[in-house]
């Protein structure tokens, strides 16, 4: 015990002094710049319209932030965003769930279903919208879904030139690279529940989706605070796939993308209003999977 009391500060104070440095500073500084007229390489002075001599010269107060909320395109980011993470969380979790419960009942090849099915999350999110890309332009609109292919279905035509569209191409891609990544976390929940529930069930008469209904969710309830919070947070965050799939064409901007293209659509560049955005994009995640953790943390202390 005294050599664990010994080492443990000296071992821990590297990784204390890199989460410093690396996360707590910038936050702090980020923080601070949506306060100030922040144009990148200088502060603005807002009176005298030249360059500040301090940090308190250009400090413009709430001003970003009001700046913000009166750009069209940031609430317009918003709400695409959360229209996305309310269909995304949805899918993600039925595509997880549906594969962990038909894994689990296989009898041959499990780990190579598990393998193939979890390989999509190893790539990166610019060369999967790339590829998605191909396949909703040329695959989907050009073989497949065109009316000279095999079924013509305009809705699946052109998905990337549509905002509605878009949406659920970016759902479709997500849960492709997603959902085998949380079939993992399902698949170790299933195997935490004891066949004994599911032996006495079957001893009671109950059909299968009761089974489901009052043994197997009940259980899973750790595992859906995982995956909740991740595809939670994933989706709130995505952006490398925004990029690549619609470059924010056809007003297809998710929140991460705007606050990135904001100081391209101001001039000059406003970084103090981009970092508003930023605080902003960061109290609602923070908000939401922490309000998340809180209900399914809960329901698991209830069960």
């Known amino acids: 015990m005294d050599f664990y009391k010994k080492w443990f500060w000296p071992l821990l104070l590297p990784s204390i002094l890199l989460f410093g440095f690396v996360i707590l500073f910038p936050f702090v500084v980020g923080v601070l710049n949506s306060f100030l007229a922040w144009r990148g390489t200088y502060y603005f002075d807002p009176e005298t319209g030249i360059r500040a001599t301090n940090l308190f010269a250009s400090f413009v107060g709430f001003e970003n932030y009001t700046n913000a909320f009166a750009d069209e395109r940031f609430i317009r980011a918003l709400v695409y965003t959360v229209q996305y993470t309310l269909v995304a969380v949805v899918v993600v979790n039925f595509v997880g769930l549906g594969l962990a419960l038909l894994i689990t009942r296989a009898r041959r090849g499990a780990g190579l279903f598990r393998t193939v099915f979890f390989l999509p999350n190893m790539l990166g999110g610019l060369a999967l919208g790339f590829i998605w890309q ?75 989706l009761r089974t489901f209904r009052s043994i197997t969710v009940p259980m899973l309830m750790p595992s859906f605070t995982v995956v909740f919070f991740l595809t939670l947070s994933n989706s709130f965050k995505l952006l490398d796939q925004n990029i690549a799939l619609t470059d924010g064409e056809f007003n297809t901007r998710l929140l991460a993308m705007q606050i990135l293209r904001t100081v391209k659509d101001t001039a000059p560049p406003d970084y103090g209003k981009a970092q508003a955005q930023a605080v902003i994009f960061f109290i609602l995640v923070a908000s939401i999977t922490l309000t998340q953790v809180y209900v399914t943390k809960k329901r698991e202390l209830e069960l």
Not at 161 to 182: C, E, H, P, R
């Open 134 to 208: 191909f396949i909703f332009q040329i695959v989907f609109t050009d073989i497949l879904f065109s009316p000279e292919g095999l079924m013509y279905i305009p809705f699946l035509r052109y998905m990337t030139q549509d905002s509605t569209k878009a949406l659920f191409a970016l759902v479709i891609l997500n849960a492709w690279q997603y959902g085998g990544y949380m079939m993992i976390i399902y698949i170790a929940g299933l195997h935490n529940i004891s066949r004994d529930y599911y032996e006495a069930a079957s001893i009671d008469g109950a059909t299968g």
